[in-house]
């Protein structure tokens, strides 16, 4: 049987999955699922023989298929809403136009609740059925929220969650009421959420799913399980992505990682991180070299999902950087915009604007003469554009009215 226990960081102590515990009680240090890679029996295939097969033969593809690389029995019954299994579109209209051969984009935001929170929530709210908790809870700046919501209501279990006060795009609240949790707003920002709901969950005994909850990341972890599958078992040169509270970035990496401890791949991608110039504590910390970030009080950008000053996974992405040999950067609120604009026209690939900060950072990376153009890159697009409808709707040009007359109509249309 596989074998995995919850390890800190930091002093390496351990603890059972059997326990609640999202820091290390010692030193609270961030905690990790480390397995026993010796311990997993994976399949492999007979022809390549590297590549491994999915196991579960259930509905669909997705997150489970990897179940090898989860920490959970086979018998285990998640609970699922079939998410993964997101496409990888190769975008060579993109790529002219930004001076580079080889882009791919993975459109997280076709995951069932909009963005790639589900492939962490299907393991987190799994876990916490498992665990046999009263209820789940998280701080968000929407997606969190949205997500938790969705799984919840799948499980039946009732979930709270605590989002900063206006700030928060409409379509996140629209889903996450819609699906039942019992949504608070309060005055400050997501780094005032999430220290509350910490505190809540202790005190109610709430299990906590924000990304500090080390599950979680292993659900994201499977993007990258299938961006390798899907280039042939070629990992690409670079993976990039908006970071915000630190999460994905890490999860990401410790998947390429674990590929190349088993023997399936031999290279990690260098991993790079996007954060808007009013929220970069990640991009600051990593170019002044420095091991730990200063938080920033008053985080500010467009791109609401990354409104974040004080990421709690940023030790995890640090070392995701700097061991991959990557880098991290900041983007401005208009080169996220004009990315937005660009990936949706020239590609049909409809994003909301934190998820744009991975075109804006790969267009500015590769100006700076950072990024090769030849490289073979993949873009994480991490949310969905109907997530922020508002912010569509302020950047494009609003509809034209027009009399009821097919002559006038006529007469407007531009290029035909
Ligand atoms: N992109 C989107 C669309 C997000 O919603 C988030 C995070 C990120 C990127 C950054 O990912 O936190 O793993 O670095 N949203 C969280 C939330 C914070 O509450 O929905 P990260």
């Known amino acids: 049987m596989k074998e995995y226990a919850v390890e800190c960081i930091r002093c390496r102590t351990r603890f059972s999955g059997t326990e609640i515990v999202y820091t290390c009680?010692?030193?609270?240090?961030?905690?990790?699922?480390?397995?026993?890679?010796s311990s997993i029996d994976l399949e492999l295939d007979a022809g390549t023989g590297r590549r491994w097969?999915?196991?579960?033969?259930?509905?669909?593809?997705?997150?489970?298929?990897?179940?090898?690389?989860?920490?959970?029995?086979?018998?285990i019954e998640p609970i699922t809403m079939f998410?993964?299994?997101?496409?990888?579109?190769?975008?060579?209209?993109?790529?002219?136009?930004?001076?580079?051969?080889d882009l791919w984009v993975k459109h997280e935001g076709l995951n069932p609740s909009g963005s790639f929170k589900d492939r962490g929530m299907t393991v987190g709210v799994t876990k916490a059925v498992e665990l046999g908790v009263k209820g789940v809870a998280c701080a968000s700046t929407g997606n969190t929220s949205t997500s938790l919501a969705l799984f919840a209501a799948k499980a039946g279990i009732p979930c709270y969650v605590l989002l900063p006060e206006g700030k928060v795009a409409l379509g996140k609240v629209a889903q996450a009421l819609m699906h039942g949790a019992q949504v608070f707003t309060l005055k400050g920002n997501f780094d005032d959420a999430l220290r509350i709901v910490r505190v809540l969950c202790e005190e109610e005994s709430l299990y906590l799913l924000n990304s500090v909850n080390p599950y979680r990341l292993e659900g994201q972890k499977t993007i990258a399980f299938e961006i390798t599958e899907k280039l042939k078992m070629e990992v690409p040169e670079r993976v990039i992505l908006p970071v915000g509270n630190?999460?994905?970035?890490?999860?990401?990496?410790?998947?390429?990682?674990?590929?190349?401890?088993?023997?399936?791949?031999?290279?990690?991608?260098?991993?790079?991180?996007?954060?808007?110039?009013?929220?970069?504590p990640v991009t600051r910390a990593f170019k002044e070299g420095k091991a730990e970030i200063t938080p920033e009080a008053k985080p500010e950008t467009i791109a609401s999902a990354i409104r974040i000053g004080d990421p709690v996974n940023a030790a995890k992405a640090l070392?995701?950087?700097?061991?991959?040999?990557g880098t991290a950067e900041s983007v401005t609120d208009e080169e996220i915009t004009a990315a937005q604009i660009e990936l949706a026209r020239s590609e049909g690939i409809g994003v909301e604007p934190a998820s744009a900060a991975s075109i804006a950072g790969l267009k500015k990376l590769v100006e700076m003469g950072v990024i090769e153009r030849d490289e073979r890159i993949v873009c994480i697009a991490t949310g969905h554009l109907l997530k922020d409808p508002e912010r569509a709707t302020e950047i494009c040009e609003p509809p034209k009215e027009?009399?009821?007359?097919?002559?006038?109509?006529?007469k407007m249309l531009k290029g035909v």
Do not use: H
């Open 25 to 37: 009680s010692k030193c609270g240090g961030l905690l990790d699922i480390r397995y026993d890679y």
């Open 53 to 75: 097969k999915a196991k579960w033969e259930g509905e669909g593809e997705g997150v489970w298929k990897y179940r090898d690389l989860l920490p959970f029995d086979d018998e």
């Open 83 to 101: 998410e993964g299994n997101t496409p990888l579109y190769r975008c060579d209209s993109l790529a002219k136009t930004i001076g580079v051969t």
């Open 246 to 280: 630190a999460a994905n970035i890490s999860a990401i990496f410790k998947a390429f990682s674990e590929l190349k401890i088993l023997g399936i791949t031999d290279a990690v991608p260098k991993m790079v991180g996007i954060q808007a110039e009013g929220a970069m």
């Open 319 to 325: 070392d995701a950087i700097r061991s991959s040999g």
């Open 402 to 410: 027009v009399e009821t007359d097919v002559k006038v109509v006529r």
